[in-house]
């Protein structure tokens, strides 16, 4: 008698596409298998950013909370699910590093004279329209290029991890992103 499942009974494992559906009819069986299936990779993306794993464990919990609260925001014509759940866990942890900056900032400017802080708003605005140009730049690539550049910097993934992630080969994740670095510097390069 053989040990291994009968395939004719093998239930399929659902895909993200209808776990999403079943979760904006708020179904927490759908939860829980998207947190099962995506949390520990986000959860190394967070402990990245934060390098702590508290800190980074609540990170995960507040964007599968958002998931839960506010499902429809994941739009799947700009992109796969885990490329949006990866960049929201990366983004929500660089929040938290804000915060930190933003208090010691805040305790230190009680201190610092009014030319340091007039300095640092003018830093604040260049930042701030520098990520608008970079943003800009990033939606003009392909969708294949822009999910692999997003998985590797705002997601932290290797190359390995990106073509595990997405199902393509190896060598097709780093051509990708090769091209789309060549691309990222020639349209910045005119930008600037």
């Not at 395939?7 to 209808?18: I, L």
């Not at 796969?80 to 942890?93: D, K």
Request: charged content about 25%; hydrophobic content about 45%; glycine content about 6%.
């Amino acid at each position: 008698m053989s040990m291994l499942p009968d395939p004719a009974h093998a239930r399929p494992t659902p895909a993200d596409a209808d776990l999403l559906a079943r979760l904006r009819a708020q179904d927490r069986g759908a939860l829980e298998i998207l947190y099962d299936r995506h949390a520990r990779y986000a959860l190394g993306i967070a402990f990245r950013v934060l390098r702590d794993r508290a800190e980074a464990e609540e990170v995960v919990q507040d964007v599968f909370l958002q998931l839960w609260n506010q499902a429809l925001r994941y739009d799947e014509r700009r992109g796969l699910f885990t490329s949006w759940l990866f960049v929201m866990a990366r983004n929500r942890a660089l929040d938290r590093v804000r915060s930190r900056a933003t208090r010691a900032r805040a305790v230190a400017a009680v201190e610092t004279p009014d030319a340091a802080v007039h300095a640092d708003a003018e830093t604040a605005l260049a930042d701030r329209e520098q990520r608008h140009t970079v943003l800009a730049a990033l939606a003009q690539l392909p969708n294949g290029q822009r999910q692999a550049i997003e998985l590797a910097f705002y997601g932290g993934l290797t190359h390995s991890e990106i073509a595990r992630e997405t199902g393509e080969p190896l060598g097709t994740v780093k051509s990708r992103i090769g091209r789309a670095m060549a691309a990222l510097r020639e349209t910045l390069a005119g930008a600037s």
